[in-house]
């Protein structure tokens, strides 16, 4: 199938081609007939399938169809909420994409940073918004969001947007938007929760399933190196140093984390720089661009930093700390070995994180391969370290007083 089998309009198969895209990947295929149908939709695809166009190209074809004129003031006619502000930022640049050759406008918003510029934008009229939800809650407390004309709501990310406490935000935000809207709900995996908010707030939709959670690309080598926590940054170190080329995202599960290990590679001469939720927006950004640009070749992660990050060419993937829900892994190391590409995770795996490992083998279906032939290896007899709190009771027998206590002491009340 080629794009123009979809029905889109000329403008947009033009900037299509011209982005290097020649045919559509299986969840656009699937998603878009039943978007430009104007069904709800339920997707459940991984990061690196293609899901931002599944979306994107139709909301741009519907809009294009029924364009305002240009002296009304244009109004939001589609919604897009996606939980963190570098996936909100991605999503803008794949519009912008798509979007060369037709007058329609877009804009994203998300906090952390100035609200005074996406003030100034949205006064000016826009059809497609890209929000975060705290932001764009905001925007419409103070009157300058309008969402009483919005005719497609796409919930991007919807497991993270919920993981991150988002439901009520969602929520309102849904009830916020006409009654009789078209509602698109994407999602790399579908717990009960996102199950949930998808029977409250979809309408008998169609259901897209691109393979399973557990799907891994077969262009990834997966390896796992059984190491004693103490020793995960020299062993980071020594990776580094004898095995690994290239662009690289390590993956820590604390802010704290990220940054003791960004000093530690610093000191050692890389470059390196890193991403979480206490950097300002503009470091983030920073980093990201310098990554994309050569600068630097390592970048440090958290997961939700992390999620949305499109990088095309990267050579490996550390998780230095293992996630506990293998979901996650799958997410991590599918940021690897992308548009044809190959590349290879490496899994560093402490005593205590040994259930997690049962567990990614378990949803993944594959035995990951161990690799023994490095300088700190673990026990396979060692059990996880459990910190036991010293005991603070008195060393007194019980009933005894101690001297100071028999003292008379004088009490305020």
């Given amino acids: 199938m080629s794009f123009k089998d979809l029905k889109l309009s000329r403008p947009i198969l033009r900037a299509v081609a011209e982005a290097g895209y020649d045919n559509p990947t299986l969840v656009q295929e699937k998603t878009i007939p039943h978007i430009l149908d104007k069904k709800d939709v339920i997707v459940s695809a991984q ?19 029924k364009q305002d004129a240009p002296k009304k003031g244009k109004t939001i006619k589609a919604l897009v909420v996606s939980p963190t502000r570098e996936l909100s930022i991605q999503i803008e640049e794949n519009f912008k994409i798509y979007n060369t050759y037709t007058n329609l406008r877009t804009t994203v918003i998300f906090g952390g940073t100035s609200i005074k510029p996406q003030k100034d934008i949205l006064r000016k009229g826009v059809d497609i918004l890209i929000a975060t939800p705290g932001r764009l809650l905001d925007l419409h ?23 991150m406490g988002f439901i009520d935000d969602v929520r309102k935000i849904e009830r916020l938007c006409t009654k009789d809207k078209q509602v ?11 199950e949930y908010l998808a029977n409250t707030i979809l309408n008998t939709p169609e259901r897209i399933e691109i393979a ?27 990776v580094l140093r004898n095995t690994i080329k290239g662009n690289i995202i390590i993956f820590r599960r604390t802010k704290f984390g990220v940054d003791k290990l960004e000093k530690t590679l610093l000191k050692n001469g890389y470059k390196v720089d890193s991403i979480h939720g206490d950097k300002s927006q503009t470091a983030r950004q920073d980093a990201l661009n310098k990554f994309k640009k050569g600068d630097i070749n390592i970048l440090i992660a958290t997961d939700v930093a992390a999620r949305g990050i499109d990088i095309n060419e990267l050579d490996a993937v550390i998780n230095f700390d293992l996630p506990n829900t293998p979901e996650t892994y799958v997410h991590r190391i599918g940021r690897t070995a992308r548009a044809g590409h190959s590349g290879t995770a490496y899994s560093f795996c402490s005593a ?19 690799f023994e032939n490095h300088p700190y290896p673990l026990d396979p007899k060692a059990k996880p370290i459990v910190h036991k709190s010293k005991k603070t009771g008195s060393k007194h027998r019980k009933g005894r007083k101690s001297q100071a206590s028999k003292k008379k002491k004088k009490r305020w009340y």
């Fill in 47 to 65: 990061t690196g399938t293609g899901k931002t166009a599944a979306f994107a190209l139709p909301l741009l074809q519907l809009l294009l169809n």
């Fill in 141 to 163: 407390k103070q009157d300058i969001v309008n969402l009483d004309y919005v005719e497609t709501l796409v919930l991007d990310e919807a497991d993270l947007m919920l993981d």
């Fill in 184 to 194: 698109l709900l994407f999602s790399a995996t579908i717990p009960h929760k996102v």
């Fill in 212 to 238: 399973q959670n557990s799907s891994t690309s077969k262009d990834v080598k997966q390896l796992l190196y059984y190491v004693p926590k103490r020793n995960k940054i020299e062993l980071c170190l020594h």
């Fill in 352 to 370: 205590d994180e040994k259930n997690y490992i049962k567990s990614i083998q378990q949803l993944i279906q594959l035995q990951i391969d161990i």
